[in-house]
C-alpha cells in the first residue's frame, strides 16, 4: 500500500573517502525516493555502498554533495543538534550485530527505545514484544535468547521509537537463511500508512520478499523496481 | 607466530592508544612509590640526625633533681655520688642550677613575657661536658662569661619570636642578662610544655649561664639542684638509678630527690617515638596509595584483556602460545611499572628535598644528616614494579585459561548479562532507562565496580584519617582551653616564682590591682599520681569549691568533700585503671623549710573526673593545702580583668609586682597549640590534595575505559538520537555510585585507621586524651571526595571521547 507522502528524498548524493591522497567513492550521485507504506530492499554486492547510503539516510554520516530530507526534515546541513532530534524523532536503526544493551532485559531493551524517542504517548514495551512475538521473554537477558530473538528484540526496540522510518543494515547477516526471511517478512509487516522500512542486504534470494529492491553496484544505483521474478513467498524461496 | 618484533609493535599500538590511562596509573604508582620513599627517607634522616646528636652533646645517662624549690651547696650532690657504692661506673657528672623566672624580652611584634628557666652550667673547660650546648647563633659561652651577666637563649624559643643572636632579657624582679647566641642541648630539643605534649617554645625560654649566675639569680649563691651524670656504657643504668636514689634519701633526708635516667628525658622519648610514630603514619599512607594504584592497575588490565579476549581467543585457535599470548598485556605492565617508578623516585626525591628544609626548621638538631637513602628508594621500586606486575598478571592468567571456543565467540563478553544483574532486576528501580542503566552496568560487572571502589575508598580512607585527626587533635586543644577557663572567659593566670600568703605580700598585690574585676590566690603544686616506678605527672589545683571564683567541670563524682580526695582527669583515670571511689597514690610536695620541700605519698580517694583532655590536670581542695603544709599560702592568683583591660595591659602591670613570673590567659595554651598547629595544617592539607587528586585520578581512569568499552553501546544510543550530554549524566552517574560505595569503604577504614592512630598517639604523647570522633566536616569531606569529585571525573574524559567517535565505523566494527 504505497502511500503519496514522502518519506525520504535523496537528490544527487554522493559520499567520498579521501584516504592519504586516493579517493575512495562509496556512493556516487544517487537519486532515491521513498514513501510511505514502502518495503525497500536494497541490494548489491559487498563494498557497493550499501551501509553507506543507509547511514547518511539515518544522518549518522553527512553526503559529501548532493542533498538529502527525510521525514520532512532537511539533514544536508543540519546542525548536530539538531541531527539528534532528528534521529530521536524520524529514524529507528536496526543493526546487523543486534547492539542490543546485554546490560537490560529484552523489555528494557525495548523501554530504552521509548525512552530515548520521549513521545508524549509512549506504547507499552511489552505490546511492542508481543508485536514481535516475543512477549513471553520480556524478562530475559540478551545473552539467553538466540540471534533471531535478538535480533526481534531490536525491531521491538526501534519500533517502540514510534519513528516513521526504520532502517536496518543487514539485519539478517548474522542469521541462517530461514530466520533471515522471517526477520524480514517481520520488517516489511511494518511499513503501512505514515511508515516506511529500508533492509540492506547482499543477498538476491531474501531480497525477493521485498515490494521493491534497490540495486547498488560500485556506489551507483544500477537497478530500481520490483525483484527480478516478482515478489516471493517464503515458500517460494530457494536455498 | 613468534617474531618478538612484531609483538613489540602492537604493544607499542596498545600503548598509543591508552596512553593517558597508562600514565595516569603510572602516575598514581609514582605518588605511592614517591610518598613512601620520600617520607621514609625522612624518617631516616631524623633517626640519624638524632642518634648523631645526643651522642655529640653527651646526652646525659641519669639524672638527679631535687624536688622545686630546694637547693644545697655546690658540691654536695657531687659528694653523694662519690660516697655511693656504685661511683665506679659514673664516667663524668656535672651538677647544674636550675632557676625558674619569668623572661621578658622584645619581638618585632611587641613585649612578650614568658615563663623560663636560668639554667646554671658549669663553665670552666669550654661549658658543659654533659648535655652539651650546641651554638647555632652567636657565641659560645666561655669561662670568662662565669662571673658576668652573660647567657646564651634556647634556640627553639629564639626562633620561635625571630630573635637576634644576641641582645637582653629582663628577668623576674627587673634583672637584666646579656645574651650571647642561641643554643641547643638535648633537653630541648623539642620544648616539651608544662603538662606534656609540645610545642612548648613560645611560652618556655631556657636561658644558659654559669651556674654561679644563676645562683646569683635564685638568691642562693653558691647553691646548685640538679646533677647530670654519664656512665660507663655497659653499665645498668636503671639500677644504678635506683641505688643513687638511696644514696641521695640517706644523704639528704629532707629533700624529695628525683633520680632520673636517659630514657626519662620527656624530649627524649618523644623525639624516638614521634620518629617511629611518623613512620608508621607514612607507611600506611604509602600502602594505601599503593593499594588505590595496584587495584586500579588491576581494573585497567583486566578490562583491556577482557576487550582484547577474542583476539585472544583466535590467537589460540591458531596456536599460538600462551606466553606469547600473555606478552602483550604484560608488556603494557611493564611499561606501567617502569614509568610509575621512574616518575615515583623522582617524586620520592622532590618530597624528601622538601622535607629537609621543612625538618630543619622544625627541629634544631646541631646538624642535620641527610645522606640518599638508597636502600628505601629500592625497595618502594621494588614494590612499585612488582604491583602492576602482579595486578596485570592476575587478569592475564584468567584470559589464557578461557577455552578458545568461549573466547572466540561473538560477544562472548558483551552478550554478559551475568554479574548480580539478574538479581538486581527484580528489584523495581526508579526513573528510566537513562537512570536504570548505570546501575545495571555496575551490577553487571560487580567486581570492577568494587575494584574501582577499594582504590577510591583507599584514598578516601588516608583522607579521612587526616581530616579526623586534626580535628579531633584541635577538639582537644580547644575542650583544654575551655576546662581552663572553668566557665570565666577571661580567666587570666598570674604565677608567682614561690609560696607567699594568700591575703598581703605580692599575692595581696595583684589581687588589689584596679586592672582588675575579680581575683582569687589558688595555690597549683605540681606531683605525682600513681604507682613510684611509673608515675602520671601532674599538676594539682587547690580549689576553693564553696566560694571560690574558678569552679572546674566535673563530669563525674563529686566535690572532694571532708575526707581528703583529689579530682582527676579522664585519661589520668584510665591510664591507671581507677574510678570514681577508688584509692590512688598522689605525691606532693611538703613544705620542709623555708626553701626545700619533700614529696610525699598519700593515698587519697579518687572523688570526682574533670572533664579536662590533658593527663596532668587535677583539683584538690583548698581545706586540704594543710595537707602539704601550705594552709594560708598561694603561688597562683586567678583573676578576671576588669572590663576594657587588654590582657597586655594587665600583663605589663602585674609583672611590676615582684615575685610574678607569669601572667597569661587561662588558655593561652591552647591557643598557642592551636596558632601552632596551623603551620603544621598546611603540610595536612598538601597531603589531602594529593589524595584528592588521586580519587579523581582512579575515577577519571575508571571513566576514561568505562567510554572506551561501551563504544558500541553509546553509539548505539547516539542512533537512537540519545544526547551525548545524556550518556555523560549516565556515566557520572554510574561513577557517583561507585562513589558512594568507595565513600562508605573509605568512611569506614579511616574511621580504623584513625582510632589506630590516636591509640599510638596515646603511646607516644600520653599526656593528651584525643577523642575517637568524627566530625560533620569530615564526613562532607569524605562524601565530597567520595561522591561528588568521583562522580564528576567523567566530565573529564567522557565529552571529549564521545565527541571524537566515528559513529558509523563504530557501529559496524564488530567487537
Ligand atoms: N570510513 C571509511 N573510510 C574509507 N572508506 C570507506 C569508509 N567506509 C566505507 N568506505 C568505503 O566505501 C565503500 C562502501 O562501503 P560500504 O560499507 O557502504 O559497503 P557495503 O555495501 O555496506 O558493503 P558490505 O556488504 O561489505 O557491508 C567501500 O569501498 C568502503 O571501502
Ligand atoms: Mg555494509
Sequence with gaps: MIGNNRLIHLEAVSRRYELGGTTVTALETVNLDVHDGEFVVVLGPSGSGKTTLINLIGALDSPTEGSIRVAGFDITDAKRSELFDFRRRAVSFIFQSFNIFPGLTARENVQFGIDAAGRDDPPNADEVLDRVGLGDRAEHFPHELSGGEQQRVAIARSLATGNPILLADEPTGELDFTTGVQILELLREQAGPGTAVLAVTHNREISRVADRVVELSSGRIASDGPPVGGRAELADLHW | ?815
Excluded: C
Design chain 2, 1 to 815: 607466530m613468534n617474531s618478538f618484533g612484531l609483538w613489540l609493535r602492537w604493544s607499542w599500538r596498545d600503548l598509543r592508544s591508552r596512553w593517558v590511562q597508562v600514565v595516569v596509573i603510572s602516575l598514581i604508582i609514582a605518588l605511592g612509590v614517591g610518598a613512601y620513599s620520600g617520607l621514609s627517607s625522612m624518617t631516616r634522616w631524623r633517626k640519624i640526625t638524632a642518634d648523631n646528636a645526643y651522642e655529640q652533646l653527651n646526652m646525659y645517662d641519669v639524672r638527679v633533681e631535687l624536688a622545686e624549690g630546694s637547693a644545697v651547696e655546690s658540691g654536695s650532690m657531687l659528694a653523694v655520688v662519690d660516697r655511693a657504692d656504685t661511683a665506679g661506673v659514673v664516667t663524668d657528672a656535672e651538677e647544674r642550677m636550675r632557676v625558674p623566672v619569668q623572661v621578658a624580652t622584645t619581638t618585632a611584634d611587641g613585649d612578650i613575657v614568658v615563663r623560663g628557666e636560668v639554667i646554671g652550667v658549669p663553665l670552666d673547660n669550654d661549658g658543659p661536658a654533659i648535655n652539651a650546648l650546641f651554638t647555632k647563633a652567636g657565641r659560645m659561652l666561655d669561662e670568662s662569661d662565669t662571673a658576668r651577666l652573660t647567657s646564651m637563649l634556647e634556640r627553639n624559643f629564639a626562633v620561635n619570636y625571630d630573635l637576634p643572636a644576641e641582645g637582653t632579657l629582663t628577668l623576674s624582679g627587673g634583672q637584666q642578662i646579656e645574651y650571647v647566641g642561641h643554643a641547643t642541648t638535648p633537653e630541648f630539643f623539642i620544648v616539651i610544655p608544662e603538662g606534656g605534649g609540645f610545642f612548648g617554645q613560645a611560652n618556655f625560654a631556657a636561658v644558659f649561664a654559669s651556674v654561679e649566675t644563676a645562683g646569683e639569680f635564685a638568691g642562693l649563691p653558691g647553691s646548685i639542684n640538679d646533677l647530670v651524670l654519664t656512665l660507663e656504657s655497659d653499665s645498668d643504668r636503671d639500677a644504678f638509678a635506683a641505688q643513687l636514689a638511696a644514696s641521695f634519701a640517706t644523704a639528704m633526708p629532707d629533700i624529695g630527690v628525683v633520680v632520673s635516667t636517659t630514657d626519662d628525658d620527656a624530649a627524649y622519648s618523644l623525639t624516638y617515638e614521634d620518629i617511629e610514630g611518623d613512620q608508621q603514619f607514612f607507611n600506611i599512607i604509602a600502602v594505601l596509595i599503593l593499594a588505590g594504584s595496584a587495584a586500579a592497575a588491576v581494573n585497567l588490565t583486566a578490562r583491556m584483556v577482557d576487550q582484547t579476549r577474542r583476539e585472544i581467543g583466535i590467537s589460540m585457535a591458531l596456536g599460538v602460545r600462551r606466553r606469547w599470548i600473555a606478552m602483550r598485556p604484560m608488556l603494557m605492565g611493564v611499561q606501567i611499572a617502569i614509568l610509575g617508578v621512574v616518575l615515583g623516585v623522582v617524586m620520592g626525591w622532590a618530597i624528601a628535598a622538601a622535607m629537609r628544609g621543612v625538618l630543619e626548621s622544625f627541629l634544631p638538631m646541631p646538624e642535620w644528616l641527610t645522606p640518599t637513602q638508597w636502600d628505601v628508594f629500592l625497595v618502594a621500586a621494588i614494590v612499585g614494579l612488582i604491583i602492576p606486575l602482579v595486578a596485570v598478571s592476575i587478569p592475564v592468567w584468567r584470559a589464557i585459561r578461557v577455552a578458545p571456543v568461549d573466547a572466540i565467540r561473538t560477544g562472548h563478553l558483551a552478550s554478559r548479562g551475568g554479574g548480580l544483574a539478574p538479581l538486581v532486576h527484580r528489584v523495581k528501580l526508579p526513573g528510566d532507562t537513562f537512570k536504570q542503566m548505570p546501575l545495571r552496568n555496575i551490577m553487571r560487572a560487580p567486581r570492577r565496580g568494587l575494584l574501582t571502589a577499594l582504590g577510591i575508598g583507599a584514598t578516601i580512607a588516608v583522607l579521612v584519617m587526616l581530616v579526623a585527626s586534626i580535628d579531633s587533635f584541635f577538639g582537644a586543644i580547644e575542650k583544654g582551653g575551655e576546662e581552663a577557663s572553668g566557665g570565666i572567659p577571661d580567666r587570666v593566670i598570674v604565677e608567682m616564682d614561690s609560696v607567699y600568703p594568700s591575703d598581703n605580700g605580692p599575692v595581696g598585690a595583684v589581687l588589689v590591682s584596679p586592672l582588675i574585676s575579680d581575683g582569687e590566690a589558688m595555690l597549683r603544686v605540681g606531683g605525682e599520681l600513681g604507682p613510684a616506678d611509673d608515675p602520671i605527672d601532674v599538676f594539682v589545683e587547690f580549689v576553693d569549691w564553696q566560694g571560690g571564683l574558678f569552679r572546674p567541670d566535673i563530669v563525674e563524682g563529686s566535690l572532694p568533700g571532708e575526707v581528703p580526695g583529689i579530682v582527676i582527669a579522664p585519661k589520668a583515670a584510665s591510664d591507671l585503671d581507677v574510678g570514681v571511689g577508688d584509692t590512688v597514690a598522689v605525691r606532693l610536695p611538703r613544705r620542709t623549710g623555708p626553701v626545700s620541700f619533700a614529696l610525699e605519698t598519700s593515698d587519697l580517694t579518687v572523688s570526682g573526673i574533670n572533664g579536662h583532655p590533658f593527663r596532668s590536670v587535677a583539683y584538690m581542695s583548698t581545706t586540704q593545702a594543710s595537707l602539704l603544709g601550705l594552709d594560708g599560702l598561694a603561688n597562683v592568683v586567678s583573676v578576671v580583668p576588669a572590663d576594657g583591660v587588654a590582657t597586655g595591659d594587665l600583663q605589663a602591670e602585674l609583672l611590676e609586682v615582684g615575685a610574678v613570673t607569669s601572667v597569661q590567659r587561662a588558655d593561652s595554651m591552647a591557643q598557642l597549640i592551636e596558632d601552632l598547629m596551623a603551620q603544621f595544617v598546611g603540610i595536612f592539607q598538601l597531603f589531602e590534595a594529593v589524595v584528592l587528586v588521586l580519587a579523581v585520578l582512579i575515577a577519571f581512569n575508571a571513566a576514561s575505559i568505562a567510554v572506551d568499552e561501551r563504544q558500541r553501546e553509546h553509539a548505539t544510543m547516539f542512533a537512537y538520537g540519545v544526547r551525548r550530554r545524556t550518556v555523560v549524566a549516565m556515566l557520572m552517574l554510574e561513577s557517583a555510585v561507585v562513589g558512594v560505595v568507595a565513600t562508605l569503604i573509605g568512611l569506614l577504614g579511616g574511621l580504623a585507621l584513625f582510632r589506630y592512630f590516636i591509640t599510638q598517639w596515646a603511646q607516644t604523647m600520653p599526656e593528651i586524651a584525643i577523642p575517637v570522633e568524627m566530625s560533620p566536616a569530615t564526613l562532607l569531606w569524605a562524601i565530597g571526595v567520595g561522591v561528588v569529585a568521583v562522580g564528576l571525573a567523567p566530565l573529564l574524559t567522557a565529552p571529549r571521547k564521545l565527541r571524537k567517535m566515528d559513529l558509523p565505523s563504530t557501529l559496524r566494527v564488530m567487537e
